[in-house]
Nanobody, 123 residues
Framework: QVQLVESGGGLQQAGDSLRLSCVLS????????MGWFRQAPGKGREFVAT????????YYDGSVKGRFTISRDDVRNTMYLQINSLKPEDTAVYYC????????????????WGQGTQVTVSS
């Protein structure tokens, strides 16, 4: 029932900024904690950031904290990931996830996943 669709990826240069979006449909947006994971070539899917259903709590992996900002817009049923100062190591498929639990628990992944959006960062 719940569907997640990511957008905003593409080819970027190191130092650029980018904003990814994830739209939730088929459910009540405010019922779900939301988050971002990414999977780089040859690596497993890793936690990036999560945000609580009310937006009052956020969690970041230490590798992205300070450059990445997660947010949500309840009017548009959309979660965002603002990425600043892109690095080649940020190259990955970025996945949106959602779950009925806490944002802390969502750091291990949620019940729902999007199809992913490719972010490629060149030097």
């Amino acid at each position: 029932q719940v569907q997640l669709v990511e957008s905003g990826g593409g080819l970027q240069q190191a130092g650029d900024s980018l904003r990814l979006s994830c739209v939730l449909s088929g459910g009540t947006f405010s019922d779900y904690s939301m988050g971002w994971f990414r999977q780089a070539p040859g690596k497993g899917r890793e936690f990036v950031a999560t945000i609580s259903w009310h937006g009052g709590a956020t969690y970041y992996d230490g590798s992205v904290k300070g450059r990445f900002t997660i947010s949500r817009d309840d009017v548009r049923n959309t979660m965002y990931l603002q990425i600043n100062s892109l690095k080649p190591e940020d190259t990955a498929v970025y996945y949106c996830t959602a779950g009925a639990g806490t944002a802390a628990d969502l750091r291990r992944g949620g019940a729902y996943w999007g199809q992913g959006t490719q972010v490629t960062v060149s030097s």
